[in-house]
């Protein structure tokens, strides 16, 4: 029985009352109380988050290149998104979303243009956040986006219990500052930041790909933001605990400090940011700083699948140094996406609880277990599902 906060607990047991937590400890215990149980060979864990996905381009599965960096992966999936604009999304995002209920996520942190993955997400049962991103590299450009999501938002249906939706930026080199920063003192939010050496580039002195993207799309380059060391420099001054820094791929030691002070989550796509870039995030670095880190899958576009176990075991390998214990327990960040019960292990929640099948493998660190599981990508199989609650 593995958990959030890094411990396991050998021969453990969950007593249910439908999907709700009763108790939760050792299984002598936990019988003595509750009568026998039904015995799994399994390592037991939370449901998981997928804290950065977009669930609406699971259609362009395939379509994008990658490896030349992130301005040069944007151009290719700007053209692919218009070459494959008659193909309906609709049945590809009921798809991915039940392929995350099969990856065992119980709560998300969707971006959306459009808020078309609202319906199968909460159809799917998921609980989280999705975060309806605007982006104009004009303030004229900006309000009206903003105007546009807010009139979406008053005429969609209203999402599913458990989830939630907020206006939210997208970037530093897509939305002019000022609205950027408007947006994120708002409330929740999510932003792209520091994924590209190009997005440093670009905030510090207007050059490189970001800059010719910006022109292309009728910016100004030297107007969109202030000049700042870095693109966390920039931003870090209106970070907060409810916003997600995403991606988070090119940090110097400043740029962890500025972070750690802004108290926000970081969360970590390193699948796709090794596909776009082939690079990684440092994340011994995050975990040393102590940063609330989180994992997510990116889009189909940029991914192989949506599964934040899969993730997970990619950091493994690529950070042998780093005991899996540390690792691992990324899959659990709840409250990141505002859904506090996933990923908790605690009497009185229905945070979602799956089974990592050991088929009759000794399993002497759960730790370990659970990310070679991940990255075979292996069944899981659901105990229970999650059941949202009110503060969510």
Not at 52 to 61: G, K, T, V, Y
Not at 189 to 214: C, I, K, N
Not at 236 to 246: D, M
Not at 342 to 360: D, Y
């Amino acid at each position: 029985l593995a958990g959030r906060g890094g411990d396991a607990i050998p021969d453990g047991a969950v007593a249910l009352d439908g999907d709700r937590i009763v108790a939760v400890g050792p299984r002598a215990e936990v019988e003595a109380r509750h009568g026998e149980g039904e015995w799994r060979e399994a390592v037991l864990l939370p449901a998981f988050v997928n804290a950065h996905l977009h669930l609406e381009l699971s259609h362009l599965a395939g379509a994008v290149a990658g490896g030349e960096g992130l301005p040069a992966w944007i151009e290719l999936f700007v053209s692919a998104r218009f070459r494959h604009r008659q193909l309906d999304p609709g049945p590809a995002m009921t798809m991915g979303a039940e392929d995350l209920v099969r990856a065992g996520v119980a709560a998300v942190g969707d971006v959306s243009n459009t808020l078309r993955s609202v319906a199968p997400l909460g159809a799917a049962g998921l609980a989280g956040t999705v975060f309806h991103e605007v982006f104009g590299t004009t303030a004229e450009r900006l309000a009206a986006a903003v105007a546009d999501a807010r009139e979406e938002r008053r005429t969609a249906p209203a999402p599913a219990p458990g989830l939630r939706v907020v206006t939210s930026p997208h970037a530093v080199y897509s939305t002019f500052h000022p609205g950027l920063v408007e947006l994120l003192r708002a409330g929740p939010g999510s932003l792209h930041l520091a994924e590209d050496p190009a997005e440093r580039a670009f905030v510090s002195g207007a050059t490189g790909g970001f800059a010719a993207l910006v022109a292309r799309m009728g910016g100004d380059p030297a107007g969109i933001v202030p000049r700042a060391r870095s693109a966390v420099a920039l931003v870090a001054p209106h970070l907060r605990p409810h916003h997600l820094a995403v991606h988070c791929v090119d940090l110097d030691d400043a740029d962890v400090a500025l972070l750690k002070a802004a108290g926000a989550t970081v969360v970590l796509c390193p699948r796709s940011n090794r596909f776009i870039a082939g690079r990684l995030p440092r994340l011994d670095a995050l975990l040393d700083a102590g940063i609330p880190l989180a994992v997510g899958t990116d889009s189909l576009a940029s991914s192989p699948s949506l599964a934040p176990l899969a993730e997970v075991a990619a950091l493994w390998r690529a950070f042998p140094a780093i005991p899996a214990s540390r690792i691992v327990p990324l899959l659990w960040n709840g409250p990141a996406v505002g859904a506090p019960h996933v990923g908790a292990l605690a009497p009185g929640r229905a945070p979602g609880i799956v089974a990592a099948p050991t088929r009759g493998f000794r399993v002497d660190d759960p730790w370990d277990f659970l990310a070679a599981f991940g990255a075979e990508e292996r069944p899981l199989e659901w105990l229970a599902r999650q059941v949202p609650e009110a503060s969510a």
